[in-house]
T-cell receptor
Framework: AQSVTQLGSHVSVSEGALVLLRCNYSSSVPPYLFWYVQYPNQGLQLLLKYTTGATLVKGINGFEAEFKKSETSFHLTKPSAHMSDAAEYFCAVSDGSNTGFQKLVFGTGTRLLVSP | GAGVSQSPSNKVTEKGKDVELRCDPI?????LYWYRQSLGQGLEFLIYFQGNSAPDKSGLPSDRFSAERTGGSVSTLTIQRTQQEDSAVYLC????????????FGPGTRLTVT
């Protein structure tokens, strides 16, 4: 079975400060890892993903994440927060050995609050 | 191009009634997923379609829940004899076939059972 833990249901930062959202996963098979963002009353949008290859992945809106197998982590970072980054962020894992489809297991989400 | 659309956007129903939720995937996407987002359970996988067949329906919470997909396109999620615990946002996503392709999510249907 796979699971995801997101530390901190809420994270508050000031505009221009570093954003760090934590994600740890548990998986008995090679994981595929994802970060999604959800704005109010909207669906989820993919920020970035790790499947294979380079462990530092860059996504949209200046976000990046690093897959660290030894720490079973996939933390999301952004050097400088914008007010528009305020949203809910979800980390997700799927079974990387299953090439047929992508059954996502989500964390509980972290709400990012950005103050001026 | 057009994204994933879902209808209705909001649905209020009385306990015990049946409801149907619709998902129109992106044209050409053969994979279609349903998820449920609720306060108590977070985001949960419900069912996956490849074309018109459902190889994985392991997330459906009870036999009151069913889904079908026709013509490799539109999908309908049906909940019979709704209960208050069915209140949630039901999200649909579609993608190209395969485990590495991005899932594109619709805006969801907010279901409230009174």
């Amino acid at each position: 079975a796979q699971s995801v833990t997101q530390l901190g249901s809420h994270v508050s930062v000031s505009e221009g400060a570093l954003v760090l959202l934590r994600c740890n996963y548990s998986s008995s098979v090679p994981p595929y890892l994802f970060w999604y963002v959800q704005y109010p009353n909207q669906g989820l949008q993919l920020l970035l993903k790790y499947t294979t290859g380079a462990t530092l992945v860059k996504g949209i809106n200046g976000f990046e994440a690093e897959f660290k197998k030894s720490e079973t982590s996939f933390h999301l970072t952004k050097p400088s927060a914008h007010m528009s980054d305020a949203a809910e962020y979800f980390c997700a894992v799927s079974d990387g050995s299953n090439t047929g489809f992508q059954k996502l297991v989500f964390g509980t989400g972290t709400r990012l609050l950005v103050s001026p | 191009g057009a994204g994933v659309s879902q209808s209705p956007s909001n649905k209020v129903t009385e306990k015990g009634k049946d409801v149907e939720l619709r998902c129109d995937p992106i044209s050409g996407h053969t994979a279609l997923y349903w998820y449920r987002q609720s306060l108590g359970q977070g985001l949960e996988f419900l069912i996956y379609f490849q074309g018109n067949s459902a190889p994985d329906k392991s997330g459906l919470p009870s036999d009151r829940f069913s889904a079908e997909r026709t013509g490799g396109s539109v999908s309908t999620l049906t909940i019979q004899r709704t209960q208050q615990e069915d209140s949630a946002v039901y999200l649909c996503a579609s993608s190209l076939s395969g485990a590495t392709y991005e899932q594109y999510f619709g805006p969801g249907t907010r279901l409230t059972v009174t």
